[in-house]
T-cell receptor, first 115, second 115 residues
Framework: AQKVTQAQTEISVVEKEDVTLDCVYE???????LFWYKQPPSGELVFLIR??????QNEISGRYSWNFQKSTSSFNFTITASQVVDSAVYFC????????????FGAGTTVTVRA | GAVVSQHPSRVICKSGTSVKIECRSL??????MFWYRQFPKQSLMLMAT?????????EQGVEKDKFLINHASLTLSTLTVTSAHPEDSSFYIC???????????FGPGTRLTVT
């Protein structure tokens, strides 16, 4: 069963538009972590954020913000005022205590920001 | 800190030959390293968990005799693709986990092409 679902395969926006990436996860564990990674065309994964299951506070880092809602098992990611450099594949991932904190990745969302 | 390197970054080999990929944690010790495979336009799939001083743990469906993993020191894990075939062509990414944290640091990846 898919533990992490990223329903949006591709999103295309014009520069300066906001873009929200959805992530829905599934776990029976009470202790788990959620992550977002960026993978630009070069292929190297760039860590964006980690959130543990006991911390539901939303977070903002520059143009990036994350909305964690345990009630809906979602951990959505918003890029505000998108830029061409934001074009990449974005992965949401889950690691669970009972699974020795191995990472389960979603399918990824390809974001294309047009000038 | 927490830098992980991979070597080589790209390799082309002929069908039937073996290829070794190295994963090094440059500024920290990692008891546990992970190997992932990523096919074009797909997500990262965990292949195996590499444990220093003991045998690797393979995920379901991954042939342990084909993908040999050796974690001989706290800073080095190697993945050897034996008798490679064109269907083994993929992007191989390693990560190293900091022991005191539940955090994986990813290498830049190795693109393997088998002709």
């Amino acid at each position: 069963a898919q533990k992490v679902t990223q329903a949006q395969t591709e999103i295309s926006v014009v520069e300066k538009e906001d873009v929200t990436l959805d992530c829905v996860y599934e776990t029976r564990d009470t202790t788990y972590y959620l992550f977002w990674y960026k993978q630009p065309p070069s292929g190297e994964l760039v860590f964006l954020i980690r959130r543990n299951s006991f911390d539901e506070q939303n977070e903002i880092s520059g143009r990036y913000s994350w909305n964690f809602q345990k009630s809906t098992s979602s951990f959505n990611f918003t890029i505000t005022a998108s830029q061409v450099v934001d074009s990449a594949v974005y992965f949401c991932a889950l690691s669970e205590l009972f699974n020795d904190y191995k990472l389960s990745f979603g399918a990824g969302t390809t974001v294309t920001v047009r000038a | 800190g927490a830098v992980v390197s991979q070597h080589p970054s790209r390799v082309i080999c002929k069908s039937g030959t073996s290829v070794k990929i190295e994963c090094r944690s440059l500024d920290f010790q990692a008891t546990t390293m992970f190997w992932y495979r990523q096919f074009p336009k797909q997500s990262l799939m965990l292949m195996a968990t590499s444990n220093e001083g003991s045998k690797a743990t393979y995920e379901q469906g991954v042939e342990k005799d084909k993908f040999l993993i050796n974690h001989a020191s706290l800073t080095l894990s190697t993945l050897t693709v034996t008798s490679a075939h064109p269907e083994d062509s993929s992007f191989y990414i390693c990560s190293a986990r900091l022991d005191r944290e539940n955090e994986q640091y990813f290498g830049p990846g190795t693109r393997l092409t088998v002709t």
